[in-house]
């Protein structure tokens, strides 16, 4: 049973440009949480979705940032016109339904540049 | 709003070593505690998972309690050894079952 996949692994951008992250969930999970760890802080949560919905995103940032987990394929977080600011290791996981154990992915570590 | 704080943020240890990581919240409507372990430049590997109607769990060396009245879990580390050296996060589960972390124990244990 494959773990939680992301991909890129690495990413680098160029200030203006868009990120795209994506997330695979573990077999069997409809939940999924995107997580941004920044350099010298603690993992912070962004955004909760299940299959086609947005169930809490009290942790993205209003502007430029979105996220989605279609019927089909993986989850994406998209960030439109990156900034330096951006720089950081985004973290995707999955759970069964209700409040169960969160497995975590290796991360995306984007760069800005 | 929650807030989660482990103490302390770094620990050096001797191989052999028992020892006891500190996790603190500030919200104790909490639905579960995570720890998590995380090597540099590495994704977390889940350690145990407390739910809220729990006191303790073990795996291993490894037992984690939880105490909601007072705020407060505990990861006590058997027997330690030079691979036990990572970061160990904690972590609350909230209002639609998202995490809220602690910056973290950085643990090294020395041969």
């Known amino acids: 049973n494959a773990g939680v996949m992301q991909n890129p692994r690495h990413l680098v951008r160029r200030r203006g440009q868009e990120a795209r992250l994506r997330c695979s969930p573990m077999?069997?999970?409809?939940?999924v949480y995107w997580y941004r760890q920044l350099p010298e802080e603690g993992l912070k949560f962004m955004v909760y979705?299940?299959?086609?919905?947005?169930?809490?995103e009290s942790g993205m940032p209003k502007e430029r940032f979105s996220a989605e987990f279609p019927k089909e394929g993986p989850s994406i977080l998209r960030i439109q016109q990156v900034v330096r600011g951006d720089s950081a290791a985004y973290f995707c996981?999955?759970?069964?339904?209700?409040?169960?154990?969160?497995?975590f992915g290796p991360g995306t570590r984007l760069t800005v540049l | 709003k929650q807030e989660v704080t482990q103490i302390p943020a770094a620990l050096s240890v001797p191989e052999g070593e028992n020892l006891v990581l500190n996790c603190s919240f500030t919200?104790?409507?909490?639905?579960?505690l995570q720890w998590f372990r995380q090597d540099p430049g590495k994704g977390l590997t889940s350690l145990l998972l407390?739910?809220?109607?729990?006191r303790e769990q073990t795996s291993g060396r490894l037992n984690a309690s939880l105490d909601k009245s007072s705020g407060r879990s505990t990861l006590y580390i058997a027997a330690s050894q030079p691979g036990d050296s990572a970061t160990y996060l904690c972590?609350?589960?909230?209002?639609?079952?998202?995490?809220?972390f602690g910056k973290g124990t950085l643990l090294t244990v020395n041969p």
């Open positions: 996981a999955s759970s069964p339904q209700g409040p169960n154990e969160q497995f």
């Open positions: 077999k069997g999970h409809s939940h």
């Open positions: 979705l299940q299959k086609e919905n947005i169930i809490d």
């Open positions: 919200d104790s409507a909490i639905y579960n």
């Open positions: 407390i739910q809220s109607s729990q």
């Open positions: 972590a609350g589960g909230g209002s639609n079952y998202k995490l809220t």
